[in-house]
């Protein structure tokens, strides 16, 4: 490959210059190939249950009972902890007979107000003592008004003492058994609902202007999700948002793809790629056999009229299969050799035949 490409790059000694005829069977030549190319590009995903949700108890407390299983499938509402619930529930029953017993005095109260007021219709007691009779009504229903908040808020604590399912779901692990001291901070267990998942992936900004170009949208309609043995998802997702700003950092932008998962097996946190397929209109090809490459860069050799090679770099879109899609470096009515670059040197003239229909064959030039 060294001693084919010592030309390659440098300076002729004059324009009518030309290497020594290669020697041998004719070369194949032929024009690139223009046609529509599927792009498959896989990106890395957090998947995330639709509904996933991380259960925490509200206060300070020990867990009394555990009413579920690790891995147990759960209704919305169903119980799941008990935690304090019983001196809860006798704090709620003092705080009720305290609401009962200011709502007597009350009504007591209330009477007495009533027989006050007939006697100072009468002028038997004094204004001042009306008054005093109304007062203490006024500070009762006060008092039964406090005692009636106090039940309330003692019953949401009753209520936060019953830990219960946010909606239906799959009970996680659960470290903390009957017995331990737990708080606001403490994670009791994770209830996820996989009936649908959703994958977060990031798309390089160029190629999220790629399908912007190729679809009209920035959200193609359907994607599909390989998973960590490498096989495809049997079911189809569609992309439903696309975050609104470039990550500065990253130079990417975040696609989210929903999936329906009827049977459970894509779990919240599984590995997986997204597979996005791109199409490419009218893209130019070569086949990769045409090529080499020199310190990293792609070249192929064209051929002039007069039957001379000329080593030219491209610049290389993508690579699928066994060809190369163009970003530049070749005009489509160009001629290249096929098959045989290691034989030729930059510059020499070649005997050339047309090549198989791989390619777009070339006429070969007369010389």
Same mark, same amino acid.
């Given at each position: 490959? &060294?001693?084919?490409?010592?030309?390659?790059?440098?300076?002729?000694?004059? &324009?009518?210059?030309?290497?020594?005829? /290669?020697?041998?069977?004719? *070369?194949?030549?032929?024009?690139?190939e223009t046609r529509d190319i599927v792009i498959s590009h896989e990106y890395v995903a957090d998947i995330r249950a639709?509904?996933? &949700?991380?259960?925490? =108890?509200? $206060?300070?407390?020990?867990?009394?009972?555990v009413a579920v299983d690790e891995g147990q499938a759960v209704?919305?509402?169903?119980?799941? *902890?008990?935690?304090n619930a019983r001196s809860r529930?006798?704090?709620?029953?003092?705080?009720?007979?305290?609401?009962?017993?200011?709502?007597?005095?009350?009504?007591?109260?209330?009477?007495?107000?009533?027989?006050?007021?007939?006697?100072?219709d009468k002028n038997v007691v004094s204004p001042a003592e009306l008054a005093r009779a109304k007062s203490k009504v006024q500070m009762l229903e006060a008092r039964l008004e406090q005692a009636k908040a106090a039940t309330g808020r003692t019953a949401v604590e009753v209520d936060r003492a019953e830990i219960r399912a946010p909606f239906d779901g799959v009970v996680n692990r659960i470290p903390f058994k009957a017995g331990s001291a737990v708080d606001e901070t403490v994670e009791l267990t994770t209830i996820s609902d996989t009936r649908e998942v959703l994958a977060y992936f990031a798309v390089a900004e160029r190629e999220y202007l790629e399908h912007?170009?190729?679809?009209?949208?920035?959200?193609?309609?359907?994607?599909?999700?390989?998973?960590?043995?490498?096989?495809?998802?049997?079911?189809?997702?569609?992309?439903?948002?696309?975050?609104s700003? +470039?990550?500065?950092?990253?130079?990417? +932008?975040? $696609?989210?793809?929903? *999936?329906?998962?009827?049977?459970?097996?894509?779990?919240?946190? =599984?590995?997986?790629?997204v597979v996005l397929e791109t199409t490419l209109k009218a893209a130019l090809v070569v086949p990769q056999k045409a090529t080499f490459e020199v310190q990293g860069n792609v070249y192929l050799y064209t051929v002039d009229a007069s039957g001379i090679a000329h080593a030219r770099k491209l610049e290389i879109r993508e690579r699928v299969d066994d060809i190369y899609v163009l970003e530049a470096g070749l005009a489509a009515d160009e001629r290249?050799?096929?098959?045989?670059?290691?034989?030729?040197?930059?510059?020499?003239? +070649?005997?050339?035949? !047309?090549?198989?229909?791989? &390619? /777009?064959?070339?006429? !070969?030039?007369?010389?």
């Open positions: 490959m &060294a001693l084919a490409l010592v030309c390659v790059g440098c300076d002729r000694e004059g &324009a009518a210059s030309v290497a020594p005829t /290669t020697e041998g069977d004719a *070369f194949p030549i032929a024009r690139p639709a509904r996933h &949700a991380e259960i925490r =108890s509200r $206060y300070f407390g020990i867990i009394e009972a209704k919305h509402k169903q119980r799941l *902890f008990t935690i529930k006798q704090e709620l029953a003092v705080s009720r007979a305290a609401s009962v017993a200011v709502s007597a005095e009350l009504e007591a109260a209330q009477q007495e107000v009533a027989n006050v007021q007939l006697l100072a912007v170009r190729a679809t009209g949208s920035a959200a193609p309609r359907t994607v599909r999700l390989r998973l960590a043995d490498g096989s495809l998802f049997e079911e189809t997702g569609t992309i439903d948002a696309v975050t700003e +470039i990550d500065a950092a990253t130079g990417t +932008i975040m $696609y989210r793809a929903r *999936f329906a998962n009827p049977s459970g097996l894509v779990k919240h946190g =599984s590995s997986a790629k290249f050799v096929v098959e045989g670059v290691q034989k030729i040197k930059d510059g020499a003239r +070649i005997d050339v035949r !047309p090549s198989m229909p791989s &390619a /777009t064959p070339a006429e !070969p030039a007369q010389g």
